[in-house]
């Protein structure tokens, strides 16, 4: 008990201002970036590799309850971001696995279990599974630090804690999913029935491997639903072990099945198949206009999409400043600047422009890049060799487009992904990095005079998933947070990502919400249930 | 007290208690070939009856002014009775579709819509109510006119449902909370439940007024303002009532109405990068297309209500009159355009001779003729398409070898009549079991046990409705769980209260209108953190 309550408490913070890697380098905004940029060098490239203490143990496809190789035999490597190297070599699913996957889910919801289980006996699933996640923290925390290159620490105090608490979370929704009762106009009785929508195709990214498996499995079995799952090609590991521990806390066969595999192949066969029920994606906006062209062509299953973003973190004048030079910088940085929520547009007032510039410098000067597996280290690599390029060609333009580069904008070492924290000042709002999402840690910071102003350039984007609003006063918190299209707003804080605060997006960041009550509309379908009353006592 | 009474008629007007049902309940001889001579002369020879309505309005409502299309164009619209032309309407395209949405992105941007409590939105929409019940007269006999369904159900069932929807809504309007939400930490977080934008909205010809309600209604009393293609078949009745909107006072730019096709009008909207939210009730092929233009454009979210093949299924145990009387109304009301007809009638075996029977006695009672002549209870198909559409279904049915039970034919020469037509032996791989065909051709299937027909009536790419009969509590409950569709009406159909949602499972659609659940489609959500410092509680 004392455990989990200890864990669940560094839940809320763990994203957060007061996380520990955050509030560990508070208070030391000193400029010393030579020496670091030094570090650099030393940390991530000059020594040696740490090797992880985790076995890979799991690399096939889990369907209908067994680890089964790919129809194809085919395999594909994914790879050490520090490195470049192989970890192992994985079932490479395509459309025929996605068959078979999608084949032993529809068995498992039309024919049972689960569906036909009580609420209560599936919320007891989830909760033997959130307690072996915890048990097995540190395989998990390892596997995915080595697999996407976030850091061991990361993964161990933050996501998977929050993994467990999703399950909990969802785990208590299951047994207290209501229909109504509905007045009639007449003498009728009637009702809505909240029913599960059948087999639930989810597809998830590379950047937070478990925490959007939570995210999507969790909702989609408090509510009854079988899943096929694909998992991003880059980060394939951690889901594999989770279904082990899924089939180890009771979960029946064919409930979750899990496909590793590409986009173009596995992704489409189960956005286009006519025997899934409900598509629910995370990932780029252009996939998600391919996803939603393929549900609308196939069989019209409703589409959940969290999409990309370019969120405005706005630093008015009368904000704490060092306050909010440490979130800007998180709310950039966090998990090498691979959040599509990131504060990639951090609107300073012009009477504290110069002082935040400055600060904002010398804070991602101060940032520590090396091994993830290595104590102290605040940033790891890029996920991958494209994501890398991308992300340099984004700095290229900056500096193209005469920003102004405050500091880093190199690569750090001479292996593996790492990328220096990178600033850019005098950002305008028609640069490239000012209007693209790019990924990673590459932090723009650009001038506003008035509120109505930077309202009006904040919503001067495709996108709408999240925005930061720095402030102490009270009129203007309330103001800005109804006027900013986005779909979460948060007030001198930022990547606050409790269980029950819904996340998605306005615009083109996405379609649909996820966590919270609100998730679970995405797995539920309605079904208005009528009879006639005769001589009823009242209507 | 008007509208008390009016109101106290609602849920059964399109029910079993309906006076369209309750009119022919209890006569159910089979007089046939009297009726049949009554298609003859009801229809075709007697002269047509001239609507006492004019028609005002044919332009286009942007910015609260009615205007011409910018191209000049119009089209007609067709009397259905005839295929006379009643109107010329202006041809809204892309160019007349930006101006509209243009006018609604300034009247939610600038406001004053959104920006007006939602009190006030309440009261623009229940004087609107009050205008409708005011002129349901002139807006029954447009409706009829342009569409061909009976003036009476226009104005007994239909027009009072649009007042009724627009109170309901109305209500909602000051009653939409979001949330304050637990934290696992020292933060106060709370959702807003935010109107969206400016709204795209495409309704059909079958029930144009209604549908215009179910999709304005909750989209105003949201905060949202609109753009609206009204379908090409029926311009005239939303030109009319949008007038009646600027009367309650409803401001300039809230809501805008363009007349127009599907493929100029329809897609530039669904494919407008200024739409925030598109809704589409319409066929499951254009909603095919509808979402993919959303997906292509600006990723607005969808709300689709599309096609059905809706099962209708009675036990043994059933009340074998009444079933047959709902079987009946389920596929012919509307002269069986309305996408949740109950278009696959299963019988049980026990019961299936006397139920076909019964079945075609009925339909051969079927009252056809001009709409706006008193006690017609089957008016025209809307247009040529259609007919055409019907006439061939039925001609796949015989090829099929489904027993043809009566109908069949044209009603008179003119218009787009069709005689109420019943096929009974008709199989589950037949066209007619499987596509919809949206006309007054009822197809009549035997089962033998429950496990068989739940497996049968959900193996169809459609699941908007169903329709159960039986006694047993435990049927009831077993099968009303087991069918996958959006509404299951137990021995009763098509009660439609305001407060029932209504929609798809499947390809069927997206989404739920009416009701609470139809808010959904209107608002986004927004979740706002903020930190709390020594708070009394988390």
Known sequence: MAARSRVSSLLSRSFSASSPFLSRSQGKNLNNGSRIVRRFGTSSAAEEVISPSVQVSYTKLLIDGNFVDAASGKTFPTLDPRTGEVIAHVAEGDAEDINRAVKAARKAFDEGPWPK?????????????????????????????????????????????????????????????????????????????HEPIGVAGQIIPWNFPLLMFAWKVGPALACGNTIVLKTAEQTPLTAFYVGKLFLEAGLPPGVLNMVSGFGATAGASLASHMDVDKLAFTGSTDTGKVILGLAANSNLKPVTLELGGKSPFIVFEDADIDKAVELAHFALFFNQGQCCCAGSRTYVHEKVYDEFVEKAKARALKRVVGDPFKKGIEQGPQIDSKQFEKVMK??????????????????????????????????????????????????????????????????????????????????????????????????????????????????????????????????????????????????
């Not at 959130?130 to 923290?137: I, M, N, Q, Y």
């Not at 620490?153 to 998977?160: F, S, V």
């Not at 910071?445 to 998933?465: C, H, M, P, Q, W």
């Open 394 to 539: 984004y700095i290229r333009s900056g500096v193209e487009s005469n920003a102004t580069l405050e500091c880093g904008g190199g690569q750090v070492g001479d292996k593996g992904y790492f990328i220096q924290p990178t600033v850019f000042s005098n950002v305008k709002d028609d640069m490239l990095i000012a209007q693209d999402e790019i990924f990673g840690p590459v932090q723009s910071i650009l001038k506003f005079s008035d509120v109505d102003e930077v309202i009006k350039r904040a919503n001067d984007t495709r996108y709408g998933l999240a925005a930061g609003v720095f402030t102490k006063s009270l009129d203007t918190a309330n103001r800005v947070s109804r006027a900013l299209k986005a779909g979460t707003v948060w007030v001198n804080c930022f990547d606050v990502f409790d269980a029950a605060i819904p996340f998605g997006g306005y615009k083109m960041s996405g379609n649909g919400r996820e966590k919270g009550i609100y998730s679970l509309n995405n797995y539920l379908q309605v079904k208005a249930v009528v009879t006639p009353l005769n001589n009823p006592a009242w209507i």
């Open 117 to 193: 289980m009580t609420a209560y006996e599936r919320s007891r699933v989830m909760l033997r599974f959130a307690d072996l996640v915890e048990k097995h923290s540190e395989e998990l925390a390892a596997l995915e630090s080595w697999d996407n290159g976030k850091t061991y620490e990361q993964a161990l105090t933050a996501e998977i804690p929050m993994v467990a608490r999703l399950f909990r979370y969802y785990a208590g929704w299951a047994d207290k999913i209501h229909g109504l009762t509905v007045p009639a106009d007449g003498n009728y009785h009637v009702q809505t029935l």
